[in-house]
Structures are given as C-alpha cells and as structure tokens.
C-alpha cells in the first residue's frame, strides 16, 4: 500500500508530437485514457473517486488539452512546424522563418543550403542576379512575387526586424565649412602669386588616399616657400603596378581653379628652368615645421630656382598656423576633385546602393600586405598564417613598428583589422538590422570570399562595385587600382554609415570629409577595449550588446576638436580651423 501511495503523488508528462495527435482519432484518445474496464460505480458515488490515480491524470490531461492544442495549432498557415526541437517560442518561429523565407524568395539560398550542407557555402550574394530581381536598373521590383518581402528601410516586412536608432546622424552641433583667411595672408598671396623664380617639384607615392595626402602636404609647402607648385608627378605603385598620371585620377582644371588665388599651379616647368640643376631633398625628418622648411629650403630654392622633393608623407607637422590649415581642407575637400569618368561611376553606383533605402560603407582591410604589415593573422587556418608568416620572414622591413610583440599580443592592443565574424557582430551589437544594405570597399580579402562569409551570413545584402556595375562600366578603370580605389571612396563617402575595420589612409580621409559634410555617422570601432569582450564566451548577448553601445556611444562621427590633442590631422580633424557655427548658436562646443 505504501508502494501504490508513493506511486500516486508522482506525476509523468509525455511528449507526444504533434503529427501523432493529429492523427489519432476520438475513439483512440477514449481508448487511452479510459480502462477498458467497467468503473464501480459504488467507488464513485461512494466519493472514493478522488483517490484514483486514473482520475487525476484524466482531470490534468482535460485541462491542459486546450493549451496544448493552441501551442500544436499555427494560426498562420505560412509558417511550418519547426524543424528545430528547441524553438518553442512563437517569436523564435517567426524570426526563424521569416530570415529563411526571405532569402528564398530572393534567391540567396546556395543548392547546397537547400540540400542541408550548410557548411559548404561559397561566396556571398550575387548581386548580379539581385539587379535583375529587385529592379537595380529601375525603380520598380520586376519580379512580382518580390514586392513587399523586403523593406530596405532597415527592416524586413512584417515586424520582424523593426527599426532602430542605428541609422540615426550624430548631432554636428552646428558646425559648418569656414574657410575664412586673414588678411595677412590675402596680402602675401599677391606676391606669391607674381613670383616666376622659384618651382617645386614633388614626387608622390603609396596607394591613391596616401598620394592624396603627400599632395595636399606639397601644396602648402609650396605656399611656404612662395614657389610655384608643378603638377605632382605620381610614381608607380610598386604593389599594384599603376601608372596613373595627375590627370587621369584628379580633375586637373578644378586643382588649378580653387587654389588660383593661394598657389601659382602650373603643368610643366617652363623652358629656362629646365636645364637648371635642382635642389634634391629626399630625407626630410618627419613633422617639420614651416620655419625648419624656409630655414632649410629658401635660399637654395632662391639660388637655383628649383627644389625637388620626395617621400612627403607625414614630413609636414600637423600642427600649422591657422591659415596653412584652412589652406589643407580647401586642397583636401575642394581642390582634389575626382575626374568626370569616376565620379560619374561612383555617384552612379551610390545611387544604385541608395535606391532601396540606407546603407553601411565598411572599408574591409584583409588583404594579405595588410596581414604582413599588420603583423596580425586572419584567423581562418593555419595554412593561411604559414603563408604570412613566410612573407614576414623574407620582408621583415614590411612589419610596421612593436614588432617585438607578439600577435596575440597585438590583437589585444587594438593594432589588428577587426576579422569579417568581429565586423558582424559590432554591426549587430550596434543595433544594425539584418536586412542592412552593405557596400565593401577594398581590395579582395586573403581567403577569397569564403573569408567574408562569416559577415554574407549575418548580412546577406552585401556587394562591391563588381557586383554594382556591368562589366562595360568598370572596363575603363581596368588595372587601374587607384581610379577603384576612387570609386570605393565615393560610394562610401556618400553612404549613411561608414565603419573601417583597421586604421588607415582612406579611413583618415572619409572620416574628415563626413565630418566636412556635416558630421555623417562615422563608427570608429574601439579595439582597444571591445576585444576582451569578444573573447568572453560567457557574456550574454543582450550585455555584450549594451557593452558595445556604450563603448562607442562617442566614436559615432560626432564633432570633437582637433586642438584638444596635438599632432592629429586637421583633413581628418576639421574642427576648429575649418569648420565654425553661426554667431547665433548658442550650443556649447564640448
């Protein structure tokens, strides 16, 4: 007795699944929940019934039969029972559906994720098929089956994705393009710009954004020695091997317009200078001020009426008199005008990105100099590491500075580009939707595509100027890495939200032209300190996310003055010398 008393008080559930329910008829469910039996009916009127255990399971199953049913029964007939056993919310459905449904309907899906092999994904999405799909040549989805499966609007229809604060704009505080010069200035430029004695002659290397920068650096020092400044002269790019010319890259008529009345601008040296010797000057200490360049320069540039230098990167100090500043952001933000041709393609390409609502920029640094450079690895295996590891070994001067650290220890510094799985998940963390539209700018990662997708995943609309353009648009600018690189950087000038995922050149520049068009959402991920985070495996998503947030609540492209630390770039930096508010703002500049 005390067995059958102990027996009675437990209680057993049974998973039963929904199929077999649905199939099984009344008289079957009678038949299993009631004896086959005939019931005393002196036991139950005798009011010995509520000692039966058969009783209670009856009353339990009774009442939970309801619920039990509204769980089993989907009232919406598009959504199919779930085929993973531990998603049991109606939510997690939904989400699970929809994120499936709409790559489907969008034709995202690889045969090999259709045939359950998840883990032999190749590339990202083909956007080229996408064109056609959702009308990248018009502004009308061709595709009827299409219209309202995606909102590009920074959420997917049906409430699944709503939208966030990410695409909201920083505040710019007011802050507007000044280039106001004194009038000491305006009175030396008259004599400047009747001087026919002195030239200067600057060779310029690295990759596009770098040469940019030595040529904005020439043309001041040009102003300070009072010379005419000849046409920059490009050299190759040893890495890339482009040839490209001042002209073919920058809009040559527009350089010499907008600096008329701050340099004399001429295209060649005239005849009687031509067979002079030059001052040669390739060693110029790094961060030099105007009084160390006409202590040095002037009366040798006076004497033989030529000075030609190279390797201007980084040679003039950040640190200028207020008028020399201004005079960067004009040559930086007015002068240097892409040709017609580029910018022709890439506002073109813009456009098409801009169609179906915002979009991200992220300047993808992956490529294998920059893994050398870096001295950082990629993360994807061992046999890609060995491969860098090599080429640091036989080019140990590739290695930029701390090479005594190793690289975990750099990673951990914040020296590394963020890898495609980190990009991901700051983006997510930051509030970005997955039906986020993303243009990549770089050259291609080391790895391929199937480097990126850790990232195609998490945000399937991602695409590059191959994927944007015919093959007849981009025919041109062929072997051409710095008018690409041109393309890449008016597209992603032009986005709603620009990210880089490692330090550099373009990053620099982009982030002082946002901040010169009105500080546009420039995310500047905080390495230093996110990286911890990361690697606790233990933190919960919904406080990895708020870490995040906070984090960067700062590093959003809002104004920040470039005299509150010395050394930093005024082009990247515009604030205070360039930009100014109206007399009449009374918000504060902090």
Not at 40 to 57: E, H, V
Not at 118 to 126: A, F, I, L, T, Y
Not at 412 to 421: D, N
Not at 460 to 471: G, I, Q, R, T
């Amino acid at each position: 007795m005390a067995k059958s008393k102990n027996n009675a008080k437990k209680v057993s559930c049974i998973s039963v699944p929904s199929q077999k329910i649905n199939s099984l008829s009344s008289s079957s469910l009678h038949y299993l929940f009631f004896s086959p039996k005939k019931p005393s009916a002196n036991r139950f009127f005798g009011l010995k019934w509520y000692r039966s255990s058969r009783f209670w399971f009856l009353a339990l199953f009774l009442c939970g039969f309801p619920g039990m049913l509204k769980l089993w029964y989907t009232p919406d007939p598009s959504v199919p029972f779930s085929p993973d056993p531990c998603m049991t919310s109606q939510s997690q459905l939904q989400k699970s559906f929809s994120n499936r449904h709409t790559r489907q309907q969008l034709g995202l899906v690889s045969n090999d994720e259709r045939n359950g092999k998840n883990d032999q994904e190749v590339g990202s999405v083909n956007a080229r098929e996408l064109k056609f799909e959702v009308g990248f040549g018009s502004n009308e989805v061709k595709n009827e089956s299409l219209k309202g499966a995606v909102d590009f609007q920074g959420r997917v229809s049906g409430g699944v994705e709503e939208d966030s604060e990410f695409w909201k704009q920083p505040d710019g505080l007011g802050f507007k393009p000044c280039l106001k010069f004194s009038g000491e200035y305006s009175k030396e430029s008259e004599l400047i710009l009747e001087d026919r004695r002195k030239y200067l002659l600057v060779v310029v290397s690295g990759g596009m954004n770098q040469q940019r920068n030595q040529i904005v650096d020439a043309v001041v020092i040009a102003r300070i020695l009072g010379a005419a400044l000849v046409v920059p002269i490009l050299q190759v790019n040893v890495i890339w091997g482009d040839e490209s010319e001042f002209s073919d890259i920058f809009d040559l008529e527009n350089f010499k317009r907008v600096l008329a009345n701050d340099v004399r601008i001429v295209s060649s040296l005239p005849s009687n200078h031509v067979t002079r010797r030059p001052v040669v000057e390739s060693r110029t200490p790094l961060h030099v001020s105007p009084h160390w360049i006409r202590a040095r320069y002037l009366k040798r540039l006076n004497r033989e009426g030529v000075l030609l230098l190279r390797g201007l990167d980084s040679r003039l100090s950040k640190d200028l008199p207020s008028d020399l500043q201004k005079l960067r952001c004009k040559v930086a933000f007015h002068a240097l005008r892409f040709v017609p041709p580029v910018l022709e393609l890439g506002n073109k390409l813009a456009e098409r990105m801009q169609r179906k609502g915002p979009y991200i920029a992220l300047h993808l640094r992956m490529e294998l100099d920059v893994w050398v450079r870096t001295g950082c690895h990629p993360g994807l295996n061992h046999e890609y590491d060995e491969i860098i590891n090599q080429e640091r070994r036989q080019r140990p001067e590739l290695l930029t500075a701390k090479s005594n650290m190793t690289c975990h220890e750099r990673k951990l510094a914040g020296l590394c580009p963020l890898s495609p799985s980190e990009v991901a998940r700051l983006l997510k963390a930051l509030g970005a939707p997955k039906s986020a539209r993303i243009y990549w700018a770089g050259g291609q990662p080391l790895g391929g595509k199937e480097a990126l997708l850790p990232l195609t995943r998490e945000f399937p609309h991602f695409y590059n100027k191959e994927d944007l353009a015919s093959a007849g648009e981009l025919k041109p600018f062929a072997n051409k890495a710095s008018l690409m690189a041109a393309i890449d950087y008016l597209v992603s000038e032009k986005s709603d939200v620009f990210m880089p995922s490692h330090g550099g050149n373009m990053g620099h520049a982009i982030q002082g032209h946002r901040a010169y068009a009105g500080h546009k959402k420039y995310i500047t991920p905080n390495k230093r300190h996110m990286l911890r985070y990361f690697l606790n495996s233990s933190l919960p998503e919904a406080e990895f996310n708020g870490v995040m947030k906070e984090l960067h609540r700062d590093s959003l492209g809002q104004p920040e003055l470039r005299t509150s630390k010395a050394g930093r770039d005024v082009t990247k930096y515009p604030v205070p010398e360039c930009m100014c508010r109206d007399e009449h703002d009374d918000r504060s500049h902090e």
